[in-house]
């Protein structure tokens, strides 16, 4: 899931501290390195972009690349709009901020999902940086309901949604909200 790289309307978090056209050149060269690092031929890669108009008129994104509409809603809305709009079987949704993504951690949630009817990547700051169901039944009416998101509860609220126990949790990384997070996450100040 993300969101089309337009100053001030992505990363404005990011923004504030770094400028919001930086904040804006990040998130795009951060995606087309998070691309590079997932493709892989056991997975399908689905781009669920924001705003809904960019989906299809960005040339941004990779062209071989499907993209679908987010759609409206907060993000639990979006998110199970995303989860129900693919293929029957696993799936697994991924933020695009995330720059510790990569192929074997995907592939590590996808191996989860054999046992399990849900998946987590935990991030620290209480929320989740990849969602994972099985898929085998229905999708959980109350699913992504009463969530409070941006906080400290995102992961255990989502939890609560599920009627399963037969949850697992991959590795925690962290995302890039603020220059904070930048600079832990690149500590030699390289971005890129």
């Known amino acids: 899931m993300l969101k089309e790289p337009r100053a001030g309307r992505v990363k404005t978090r990011l923004g504030r501290d770094i400028g919001m056209t930086a904040a804006a050149w990040w998130f795009r060269h951060q995606v087309r390195r998070l691309l590079r690092n997932i493709e892989d031929p056991r997975w399908q890669i689905v781009l669920a972009v924001a705003p809904d108009n960019a989906a299809m008129a960005s040339r941004v994104w990779p062209a071989h690349l499907q993209r679908v509409p987010q ?15 693919v293929n029957a ?7 695009a901020d995330i720059p510790g993504i990569n192929r074997q951690r995907i592939a590590r949630a996808f191996d989860l999902l054999g046992q399990n009817d849900a998946v987590f990547g ?22 992504f309901q009463n969530v409070r998101w941006s906080s400290a509860d995102a992961l255990s609220d989502t939890i609560a949604t599920l009627p399963t126990d037969k949850t697992a949790f991959c590795d925690t990384l962290r995302d890039v909200d603020t220059v904070a997070d930048l600079n832990m996450t690149f500590p030699t100040g390289h971005d890129t």
Do not use: E, Q, S, Y
């Open 122 to 143: 935990p991030a620290p700051d209480g929320g989740f940086w990849l969602i994972g169901l099985k898929r085998t039944t229905p999708m959980p009416p109350r699913m």
């Open 71 to 85: 759609g409206c809603g907060n993000l639990g809305d979006r998110m199970a709009r995303m989860m129900g709009a």
């Open 89 to 95: 079987g696993p799936v697994c949704l991924i933020g």
